[in-house]
């Protein structure tokens, strides 16, 4: 009995230190969140699958129907033979801040009870931010296209900056083709449209959260 106590002790480690860390990931804000639709989103499913396997998805959408549940019965729901088997994928959710935990100190002094449960507008959270990156990188990008001005050889398409097709009067130092200007028109609109696109995927994400 001594050394399972001692075990559990252990294993109850990792999260506790984080905790003393960050205070902060008690929920402070009542925050509502659709989390019907956050669901749905490709982008939120995968992203929880990459963090915690699709048993971590289980484990997410679980909770966020149920609310918060402690540990145990958790597994038993769920169809973890043990605790510690399920504890895996809590702890690597826990990392991201996507499920939150409240233990509870039990008679017996050195057992802990550990309540778990989903933080779904962090998901929407981190959904947002990867949008916002993704339009972020693009706008740079469009700056450097709007910058470069290039001339490519019809023939090998090698491309020249504008002085250097100037001084070969136009025409390609390896076979004599003619240089033509790059037309970086297409490529901005292309890239605009993503922007666009990203920016409405961008709205509807933020819509789930209501404050
Ligand atoms: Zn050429």
Request: aromatic content about 10%; glycine content about 2%; some cysteine.
């Amino acid at each position: 009995m001594a050394a399972k106590k001692v075990k559990r002790k252990i294993k109850a480690k990792k999260p506790s230190k984080a905790k003393s860390k960050k205070p902060a990931r008690v929920r402070e804000k009542k925050v509502i969140v659709d989390t019907k639709k956050l669901l749905q989103l490709e982008e939120a499913r995968k992203y929880v699958i990459d963090v915690a396997a699709e048993k971590g998805l289980e484990i997410f959408q679980f909770l966020i129907s149920s609310g918060e549940m402690e540990e145990n019965l958790l597994a038993k729901k769920l169809k973890f033979e043990k605790a510690n088997a399920i504890r895996k994928f809590l702890y690597r959710l826990y990392n991201k801040n996507l499920v939150s935990y409240r233990k509870v100190r039990k008679n017996n002094k050195a057992w802990y009870t550990y309540f778990w449960s989903a933080n779904p507008e962090r998901l929407v959270f981190i959904i947002s931010e990867m949008y916002e990156d993704e339009i972020k990188q693009t706008n740079k990008s469009m700056e450097l296209n709007k910058a470069e001005d290039f001339y490519v050889c019809d023939i090998c398409n090698r491309r020249y900056e504008v002085n250097e097709a100037l001084q070969n009067d136009f025409r390609c130092k390896n076979d004599g083709g003619v240089l033509t200007h790059i037309e970086s028109e297409k490529v901005l609109e292309d890239k605009q449209s993503r922007i666009d696109f990203l920016k409405g995927k961008l709205d509807r994400v933020k819509k789930l959260v209501k404050q």
